[in-house]
């Protein structure tokens, strides 16, 4: 049933990425259109249970959406994944009146979101804050696309230095459980291979290709790692290859988290306005439980119990391009 929401609280919780403060805005902006109280919670559901919750206006957002990171602070709890710690924290919402929540994360957000929705009935909806694109039910995710360009730029920074030298790089990027940063920036910058934990990685086969390489004098290779892929990360497949093909000269560089920093892309201030104006009005309308992802261009809404359980699958027709473009 549907039920009048007179007051929302936003946070940003798990891993930070470029385009949460423009979430942000577009939700404290958005329900003091519609004459909400607005309310920050610092530091995710930390700040919540510590009582870290402030009332918003339209001044506190502003000159933020082209800030990465997050004003609101980011933070893991483990305290708030013990009904203890959740209780206590929605004493402190309901000091205040709060009686609807806009959770910015990832999939564990999600989690925690379902559960404190399910035994406390406060509507929650979630919006998907994370570079790794790896929450089935949307096309992006807010910060994907400025991590994934961030790659592409120093990707092809190392290829110049790898074409001065003759060199093979082993390129690290972010997505322990996902690699659609390494799928998409290995494909934008022309790598030769692409690990990622969704495929299994035939190492040999890699060896294999590159002793051919090295043969007709190609020696400009490239391959990205995803940092969760099954063989291990950047330095793992490096040792390996320096064992079997000792003549090749071999180089790593690991990213890190210069992916998760920076101004956020085009692409990721709109999607994150769009999506953080949905979330108030699905509150208003009565749509709770949902997180708010965009499909073909539309807002699509996948409830909370199932956004936690799905993951995006790889095509396989990506990793058919790599190969064949790789050649």
């Known amino acids: ?9 936003v946070l940003t919780s798990g891993g930070d990425s470029p385009g949460m403060n423009a979430a942000i805005r577009a939700v404290v902006r958005t329900g ?13 559901y930390s700040g919540m249970l510590n009582d870290e919750i402030f009332q918003m206006e339209g001044k506190s957002v502003a000159n933020i959406i082209q800030r990465g990171g997050t004003i609101l602070k980011t933070a893991r709890c483990m305290e708030f994944m013990e009904y203890e710690g959740r209780k206590k924290a929605y004493a402190n919402l309901e ?19 379902q559960v404190f929705s399910s035994e406390f009935d406060i509507p929650c909806i979630g919006l998907p804050g994370t570079i790794d694109k790896d ?3 949307t096309d992006f995710t807010i910060g994907f696309d400025t991590a994934v360009n961030t790659a592409v730029e120093a990707i092809d920074k190392v290829r110049d230095t790898a074409d001065a030298h003759d060199r093979l790089f082993i390129i690290e990027v972010m997505g322990r459980d996902a690699g659609y940063i390494a799928l ?12 990622i934990p969704e495929k299994k990685t035939d190492i040999n086969e890699i060896v294999e290709s590159l002793a051919e390489k090295e043969k007709r004098k190609k020696l400009v290779n490239l391959i990205i790692v995803a940092e969760g892929d099954e063989f ?4 793992e497949v490096s040792a390996y290859i320096k064992e079997k093909l000792p003549k090749l000269e071999t180089r790593v560089c690991i990213l890190g988290h210069i992916q ?10 709109v999607i994150a306005s769009r999506m953080g104006y949905h979330a108030v009005e699905s509150l208003i309308e009565g749509r709770h439980n949902v997180f708010v992802g965009i499909l073909n261009n539309k807002m699509n809404y996948t409830p909370l119990n199932e956004a936690v359980k799905k993951k995006q699958r790889i095509n396989e027709e990506w990793m058919k391009i790599v190969k064949i473009l790789a050649s």
């Open 135 to 137: 929450i089935a039910g």
């Open 32 to 44: 003091i259109f519609h004459g909400l109280e607005m309310y920050g919670i610092m530091h995710g």
């Open 1 to 9: 049933m549907s039920r009048k929401v007179n007051k929302i609280g």
């Open 95 to 113: 000091k205040r009146g709060i009686d609807g929540l806009v959770i910015i994360g990832g999939d564990g957000s999600f989690r925690g979101a």
């Open 260 to 269: 998760r920093g920076g101004s956020p892309s085009c692409m990721d201030r």
């Open 232 to 235: 291990g990360g950047a330095n």
């Open 184 to 195: 998409h920036s290995g494909i934008a910058t022309g790598a030769e291979n692409i690990l």
